[in-house]
């Protein structure tokens, strides 16, 4: 399978704990980008990575949030001291320079008990 | 505030009928209309996609129609069968950065 792979599929976390989510792109997609969609709506922005390089990051993503890729591979998004309001599916997608064509990973669903 | 507005919310088709979503945006500096396709516990699917020069795309039964006056793009899709039973999603994008997605419509195709 050579498409845009998320791990783990879901993760259940009690409110106040850390949670770390993995995104492994498509091999030759030089940009990362890392969206959240909770139930009956579209998916919205949180950062995008071009290579290593964090270019853009949404004011939906407060300090509690990071993002990392390292060595413009494989990407992590961390969030600290989880609420129950960060219960979502967190989608992972990757695209070439361009940015057009992009293209999903099935995404990690996080409830916060 | 809402980038891309999407209507309407949910739709029910016959099978063999034409289904047509429409979103509508308000920032010219777009220039991508991608529509995406998701089933449920899935990530979305780029289904077919237009650029602002272009007033109709046609991929098999899908169809983008793009009015760049009004601000407005729908999607038809053509022969709906049940396997076509899923949520869509219009987004737009500006200069390849990130994408601004509609609230999405959920498709019902009736056998």
Known sequence: ?113 | QQQVKQSPQSLIVQKGGISIINCAYENTAFDYFPWYQQFPGKGPALLIAIRPDVSEKKEGRFTISFNKSAKQFSLHIMDSQPGDSATYFCAAMIAGNQFYFGTGTSLTVIP
Request: some cysteine; glycine content about 8%; charged content about 25%.
């Open chain 1, 1 to 113: 399978d050579t498409g845009v792979s998320q791990d783990p599929r879901h993760k259940i976390t009690k409110r106040g704990q850390n949670v770390t989510f993995r995104c492994d792109p498509i091999s030759e997609h030089n940009r990362l980008y890392w969206y959240r969609q909770t139930l009956g709506q579209g998916p919205e922005f949180l950062t995008y990575f071009q290579n290593e390089a964090q270019l853009e990051k949404s004011r939906l993503l407060s300090d509690r949030f990071s993002a990392e890729r390292p060595k413009g591979s494989f990407s992590t998004l961390e969030i600290q001291r989880t609420e129950q309001g960060d219960s979502a599916m967190y989608l992972c997608a990757s695209s070439d320079r361009k940015g057009t064509e992009a293209f999903f990973g099935q995404g990690t669903r996080l409830t916060v008990v």
